[in-house]
């Protein structure tokens, strides 16, 4: 297949992977296209969202259409890094007894990091080089891990009770953090029916690891215009309140800004979004799509918003007003 | 071009509103014409510069993505193939500028409008607005302009008829008096054109009046100098015993003079020489040129040459600026005749029982003022408002004599009618005074038992007011009580 090709035949793939998701995953388009920009991308995913919306469910139909393995961790206050990570075990062989590595989960193309705020910080810190180096450090032997690979942790913002907030470090190896709303009338019917109904509707496979690299790398040559990278980058600079040209919004409401992380996250899901769309070059648009997905989680709100009500979609979309 | 003039607009109707209120601040003739033509080149001149304006390669592109190109066509200019690193980025970039190239073939020209017109359109309908309010709100600023206008019109006509008054009367002036009253001309000219307001303008007509007497003084001083020397002349020539020369001298004849001095012995030359000796100045002068012709000179000559001797005096005689005098005079009168009353008032300090004047009100204007310096002049209110601060005017100009000159009673008009002058402290530096029907006159004197007992309640209310001791209230109260008494 030529070039030419491959590049018109991304949109084409792309249509095919949300239509296979969506026979087993009813509503939420909005979720299922920021988390394939995500994937698609090479990021690593934070989902939001109260229990039983479906998000392990999301999961496990992407690792299904992708063909990728899948391995799930349900993050406890018990759970200890060797039991994500793997550790060295004795076993004994026709020789004697050896020192073998058993892979954990995390030996996984997709891992899903279920109630990822449940686990103590020593684990949610394990899991921060195989987000970002994706390879894991064992007894002083540094282990690569499979490509592709990525993150998917879900987390549910209503019960904080014995939850161990993530720090801010790890929440910036998340490219995107995801709202999961609760589904409307005619969603909850399509899931009902799904769910419990007679439909035995399935997903189909529909591309493997090395087609979804060849995406990852046919997405990143979309070519970018000076005055579109310019404004994700001053959308960046924006959240900075100590910065001296900050707007009014985030001096009076944000206590810290979002990384250089940020940026590189924006530019990357933004081309993946062009080529969706059909175009082969990045739009303001496609910045203004996914950068609430790539701030929101980066950003603090200060003590003033709180009070005063506000709420961070709203900040993020004062800045990009400011930015433009 | 449509973005440039929308600009133009919101920044004309800036202008324009700032006019306005500016108007109501302070006195701007015309405001209105002002305020549109404001809004009118702001207009023009933002067109202009938008259509006048470049617009780059980039711009252009920006302009066009906004109308559905997506940022095809900027980042078409901003990529190129050959800077690709590898052949799926090359073919990425060619791809994208064909694509921008086919989406701009598809794009209606007519479909790109100005992104930002919606904004300014906004800001200028504020503005219209505003200004309609302001213009819908009386403003009192605007009788004074008109006033002003007006004033600038007659000033300008008054200035007209003064140069015309000059140019008559040079005809029958020397060169040095012509420059004089070029000059005096000149400054009356530039005097009425920086006057704001009808004072000024009767301070100028004053100065200039004041100047022209002073030259009319001046020359008719040196023609009296000459005078007195030819009569001087001819008394000497008399007491030597040359009548003859001494009534040629007295007549002022040239002729009889030459004929006199033609026949003219040693014995009359050296008498001549005497009589020179006895006199001074162009008498003296005068009778040395007639010597003169005794030595074997031209006795025409002679005669001549004393006869200019003491004609150079007398040359123009008293200066005649008649036209001039009379056109000041007219304006003198055309400006009185503007309705406001001047009006100056000597005034007694607080006292009451003090009277103002009418001064030279043109149609009746019987303003009143006072000033709270004793003895102190102080200029009328205008019209028939019979009150006025009585604060007197820092600028230099209003100082007192000036206006002793302008407002001088003696040049009132005899219509007068004395007024009794009330005063009311309003504040801290203020002082009301009420004009009312007079109990005296200027001139004539006031029975004391009158008025010492309202000079006596009004000071009495007075030391109750002020900030004083109740001792020393006590004392003004004990004072007065004692000079009614004595009454």
């Known amino acids: 297949m030529d070039m030419n090709s491959e590049i018109r035949g991304f949109a084409e793939k792309y249509e095919q992977l949300r239509g296979e998701i969506a026979q087993e995953m009813i509503g939420q388009a909005d979720v299922v296209e920021h988390l394939l920009l995500a994937v698609i991308a090479g990021g690593n995913v934070l989902l939001e969202g109260v229990p039983g919306l479906g998000k392990t469910h999301l999961v496990r139909v992407l690792s299904k259409v992708m063909d990728l393995p899948f391995s799930r961790i349900q993050f406890t206050p018990d759970l200890m890094p060797a039991d994500i990570t793997g550790t060295n075990i004795l076993v004994r062989t026709g020789s004697g007894n050896e020192f073998r590595f058993q892979e954990g989960p995390l030996f996984s193309s997709i891992v899903l990091a279920d109630e990822i705020n449940r686990a103590t910080p020593k684990t949610q810190a394990a899991l921060l080089e195989a987000m970002q180096e994706h390879s894991v450090t ?53 899931i009902m029916n799904l769910t419990v109904g007679e439909s035995g509707k399935e997903a189909r496979r529909v591309m493997g690891a090395e087609e979804l690299l060849a995406m990852r790398e046919t997405a990143r040559r979309v070519p970018i215009a000076a005055s579109v990278q310019e404004f994700a980058l001053k959308l960046v600079l924006a959240t900075h309140p100590e910065q001296a040209d900050a707007p009014e919004t985030a001096r009076k409401y944000l206590r810290f800004g979002a990384s250089p992380r940020a940026a590189q996250a924006i530019l990357s899901t933004a081309r993946v979004r062009a080529l969706n769309q059909g175009r082969y070059n990045v739009a303001f648009e496609d910045i203004r799509y996914v950068a609430p997905a790539c701030l ?29 | 071009m449509v973005r440039g003039a929308a600009f133009g607009l919101a920044a004309g109707m800036a202008c324009a509103l700032v ?22 080149a702001a207009g023009i001149l933002c067109a202009l510069g938008n259509m006048l304006r470049k617009v780059s390669d980039r711009d252009a592109a920006v ?17 190129s193939p050959d800077e690709a690193a590898d052949e799926i980025g090359r073919a990425m970039r060619e791809m994208q500028i064909r694509d921008a190239c086919e989406a701009l073939e598809n794009l209606d020209p007519k479909k790109i409008r100005p992104g930002s017109v919606r904004r300014p359109l906004a800001a200028a309908g504020i503005g219209c607005v505003l200004c309609a309010v302001m213009l819908l709100i009386p403003n009192a600023m605007d009788r004074k302009a008109e006033d002003f206008k007006a004033l600038q019109v007659k000033l300008n006509r008054m200035t007209a008829e003064a140069e015309q008054a000059a140019k008559q009367d040079e005809a029958g002036l020397t060169e040095a008096e012509k420059q004089a009253l070029r000059k005096l001309t000149e400054d009356l000219k530039r005097d009425l054109v920086r ?84 006199l001074s100045g162009e008498a003296k002068e005068a009778a040395e040129a007639m010597a003169s012709a005794g030595e074997g000179g031209d006795a025409q000559q002679a005669a001549s040459e004393a006869m200019n001797t003491l004609r150079q005096g007398q040359a123009g005689g008293t200066m005649s600026a008649s036209a001039m005098q009379q056109a000041l005079q007219s304006m003198k009168a055309a400006m009185s005749g503007t309705g406001s009353g001047s009006d100056g008032s000597q005034s007694g300090g607080k006292s009451p029982g003090s009277s103002g004047k009418s001064g030279t009100s043109g149609q009746g204007g019987s303003g009143a003022g006072s000033g709270d310096g004793a003895g102190q002049q102080m200029p009328g209110g ?70 010492v007992g309202e000079y006596a309640r009004t000071e009495t209310q007075s030391a109750d007011s002020e900030n004083l001791t109740g001792q020393q209230r006590e004392w003004v109260r004990e004072y007065f009580r004692l000079l009614t008494e004595q009454n």
């Open chain 2, 195 to 278: 006057s704001r307001d009808e004072a000024d303008a009767m301070v100028a007509i004053d100065r200039a009046e004041k100047r022209l007497e002073q030259m009319q003084s001046s020359t008719a001083g040196d023609a009296q100098k000459a005078m007195e020397a030819a009569q001087a002349l001819s008394e000497a020539l008399s007491r030597a015993g040359l009548d003859s020369l001494a009534q040629a001298v007295s007549a002022g004849d040239e002729q009889a003079l030459a004929q006199a001095l033609a026949g003219m012995d040693a014995e009359t030359a050296e008498a001549l020489g005497k009589v020179a000796e006895e």
């Open chain 1, 138 to 190: 064992v007894a002083g032997e540094t282990r690569k891990l499979p490509e592709p690979y990525f993150v998917l942790a879900t987390q549910n913002p209503v019960e904080q009770e014995g939850t161990y907030p993530l720090p801010e470090a790890q929440l910036d190896r998340f490219m995107f953090k995801i709202l999961v709303p609760f589904p409307s009338l005619e969603e909850l019917g399509g």
């Open chain 1, 296 to 324: 929101r989680h980066r950003l603090a709100l200060n003590f003033a918003a709180v009070t005063e009500g506000k709420d961070m979609e709203s900040i993020i979309s004062g800045l990009m007003n400011f930015s433009d």
């Open chain 2, 19 to 40: 006019m306005l209120v500016l108007s109501r601040l302070v006195m701007i003739p015309d405001a209105k014409s002002w305020a549109g033509a404001a809004l009118a």
């Open chain 2, 382 to 451: 205008s019209g028939t408002d019979g009150e006025k601060s009585a604060k007197p005017r820092s600028d230099p100009k209003y100082r007192e004599s000036t206006y002793e000159t302008i407002y001088d009673p003696e040049k009132a008009d005899a219509g007068f009618r004395d007024v009794m002058t009330e005063q009311k402290r309003l504040g801290e530096d203020s002082i009301q005074i009420q004009a009312g029907e007079g109990k005296g006159t200027v001139d004539g004197s006031v029975p004391y038992g009158q008025v």
């Open chain 2, 63 to 79: 302009q066009a993505d906004r109308c559905g190109l997506m940022e095809r066509a900027a980042t078409a200019l901003d990529v």
